[in-house]
């Protein structure tokens, strides 16, 4: 039985194509509100170092040089996805 057309198996098929597609935005959208708070963080989370002289202001978390190439990759793997 067909309707209008379209076979239930085509129809089913892509009322689940669609639902997959809303969860990988939905997925993606949140990764980059994640991504957007913690780098938020680790720019004002002031750390401890043995290099600063009194009076000076600290490094922030983000200037550790993991976390910055940590950053640099992430920060470009959602501007592709964009």
Known sequence: MCFIGI????????????????????????????????????????IWSPLTKPGEEMPSLSSIPQVRAQKTTVSSVLVATA
């Not at 990764?31 to 989370?45: H, M, N, P, S």
């Open 7 to 46: 076979a239930p198996f085509e129809m089913i098929g892509q009322r689940l194509y669609t639902g997959r597609v809303a969860v990988a935005q939905a997925a993606l959208s949140y990764c980059r509100k994640l991504f957007e708070v913690t780098r938020a963080y680790a720019d004002a989370k002031p």
